[in-house]
Structure formats: C-alpha cells, structure tokens
C-alpha cells in the first residue's frame, strides 16, 4: 500500500473514532457506486450524514479544508442521493460535512470537523 493511502485509511480510522465520541453512529464507510466514494456516513439522531475526510501528514501543502471545491461538494450531494435511493432511506434531515485530519509522523492527530459544508 503506498504512504499516501495508508495515510488516508489512518485518516479515516481516526475521523470514525473522534465521531462515535461525539455520539454519531458509523452507518458505513467507504460507500461506493459508479459516481464515486463517500467516504463515511454516519448518524446522530434524526440526521443521516456524509462526511468527507481529507487527511495530510504536514500543512507543507496546504490545509486538508483546502481539498474540498464546489464541484466536490456537488458530487457528495449526488452522492449523497444515490445512497440515499439504495439504502432506500429517507432521512428528516441531511448534512455533508468535513472532517481535516493532520497527522504527523509519531504525534498525536490533529481533527477538525465542518458540519453542514453545504
């Protein structure tokens, strides 16, 4: 596996833990169908929610927030719907957020989480 996914899977490992200390429950991760990837979606209450994780190991190339464009937060809405439809439901309320994890080499993580980016 190349450093960058493994990066990415710690990424994701951490943001899955950091949310169901905040009380989410992991619906899935790493859902996928021909448009793409959500990368997690979880749930608190009434609110089902996608959530992107970008993770670097140093800001040397900019801040992970940095990552998410328009035309990504589009794809994660259809995203989003499609996941939607073959889960077959229809959650009250939606919400895609972000999840930055920066985590050098042999230090603690550092996470932090943008609810309802779009």
């Known amino acids: 596996m190349a450093r960058k996914d493994e990066v990415g899977k710690l990424g ?10 905040a009380g989410y ?18 749930q608190r209450g009434s609110a089902v929610v996608f959530v992107e994780v970008k993770t670097r190991s140093s800001l040397r190339f900019g801040h992970p927030f940095e990552a998410i464009t328009m035309k990504k937060l589009a794809r994660m809405r259809r995203l989003a719907a ?3 439809v073959q889960a ?16 050098p080499r042999g230090r603690e993580p550092v996470i932090e989480h943008l609810e309802g980016v779009f």
């Open 82 to 84: 499609a996941w939607c």
């Open 12 to 21: 994701e490992e951490q943001a899955a833990h950091f949310l169901e200390g």
């Open 25 to 42: 429950t992991i619906l899935t991760r790493n859902w996928r169908c021909a448009e793409g990837e959500i990368d997690l979606v979880v």
């Open 88 to 103: 077959e439901r229809w959650p009250r309320q939606i919400r895609l957020d972000v999840i930055a994890v920066i985590a």
